[in-house]
């Protein structure tokens, strides 16, 4: 897979992890032109982000909506941007799912500006009282939500992903840093300009929004280890540039997720069900996180099950990786890759599908819980122990009962956009709206109390 970072980014590109917590001020003799460069933009986010201490809703939400229209009326130059990143990326042998994952038109210019509306319609998080009490002494307690801060972002071949952050980032308190990758540079160069101008048209800093990708990988290393500048960093892509971004940050990372995800037909699914449930979760968009990539089918449905199914997906331009049991029930004239391990593993991102035949309920959460990236799994299934089960014992952050995996998706589930969904299981897990993006505070109001 290609990555906007890769795992061999050397940890000499930034400042030492020594000086992590108090960032090398620009012009240090030590740090490189880059460290430099993405301190400084850092710097400004910090102060930017002052200026969302005390706005409204109204303000907010007003700027939103003046970056959905500034997008939409600059969807020419964003189209004519994104077309060069295509180019490249066509040149370079870049997989289709991540082609699809760059590519923007007007429609789609025209959804993620809409997304933004849909994101000003939402409350906003900041000032919720998430907890509050009164203690036998009189000492009043609330529990408040407040923004992280300076929000980073490490991801690839993304542009929309750019646009959800900063309105997740601006409705929730933030500023935000991004590290869009060199596969989308020209297009989250148009975007970020784009959206700056509208934040200054409304009074608030352009700063809050701000790309690091003119300083490349070595910028990205250096954003990593901003400790004390940018409060929480968030990386969103493959497998190597999630892993890169764990081991290489001293920053706190939230872990988007790879989506190794399954979806299971049960002894007693219904077929007519079951199949548009895994062809709108393999076929309806492939490059995305939440797409299956395996499917497990109980023995008991196989015969009944499969041979359409294969027949299905097959017209659907999917290739199939399948076990010996999947092999032998393909109609005549549909081929099956013999599966391996391999297969189990991937996140093919792509018209791949491993498929497997399971003796049991109990063999498929075993074969979930080996290969499963934490994500989202499904089970089709009209008996409703088997769900309640695979409810239970499923150890991820989205589980399906006869719906589509697709839906492991912010705006799909009435969050809003998303940042990314979270894989890890601290502060936040799943689709990542605004509440995952703010921390708390306690506030205590007193009458002279002092404490004996």
Known sequence: MTT??????????????????????????????????????????????????????????????AMADALVAA????????????????????????????????????AIADALRELAALPDPVGEVVRGSTLPNGLRLRQLRVPMGVVGMIYEARPNVTVDAAGLALKSGNAVVLRGGS??????????????????????????????DAWGREGAVALMHARGLVDVLVPRGGADLIATVVRESTVPVIETGVGNVHVYVDASADPVVALPILLNAKTQRVGVCNAAETLLVHRDAA????????????????????????????????AVVPATDHDWATEYLALDLAVRVVDDLDAALEHIRTWSSGH??????????ASERFVAEVDSAAVMVNASTRFTDGGQLGLGAE??????????????????????KWV???DGHVRG
């Open 303 to 334: 015969a009944g099950f499969l041979p359409s199914a294969l027949t299905a997906l097959a017209d659907a331009g999917v290739t199939v990786h399948g076990d010996t049991r999947t092999q032998e029930l393909a109609p005549d004239g549909v």
């Open 444 to 446: 205590v109001h007193g």
């Open 75 to 110: 969807a020419p130059a964003i189209v004519e941007a994104n077309a060069q990143d295509l180019v490249r990326g066509r040149e370079s042998g870049m997989s289709a799912g991540l082609l699809d994952r760059l590519a923007l038109d007007p429609a789609r210019i025209g």
């Open 4 to 65: 906007s970072l890769e795992p061999a980014a050397p940890s000499t590109a930034a400042p030492s992890t020594a000086t992590a917590a108090v960032p090398a001020p620009a012009g240090d003799a030590t740090a490189t032109p880059a460290a430099e460069g993405v301190l400084a933009v850092a710097r400004r986010a910090k102060v930017a982000a002052r200026s969302l201490a005390t706005a409204t809703r109204a303000t907010k939400d007003a700027a939103l909506h």
């Open 376 to 385: 989202t799994e499904a089970i089709v299934t009209r008996d409703l122990a």
């Open 183 to 212: 596969a989308a540079a020209r297009s989250n160069e148009a975007v970020v300009a784009v959206l700056a101008g509208a934040l200054e048209q409304q009074g608030l800093p352009g700063d809050l929004v701000q790309s690091i």
């Open 419 to 440: 940042i990314g969904i979270s894989t890890q299981k601290l502060h936040a897990r799943g689709p990542m709206g605004l509440a995952e993006l703010t921390t708390t």
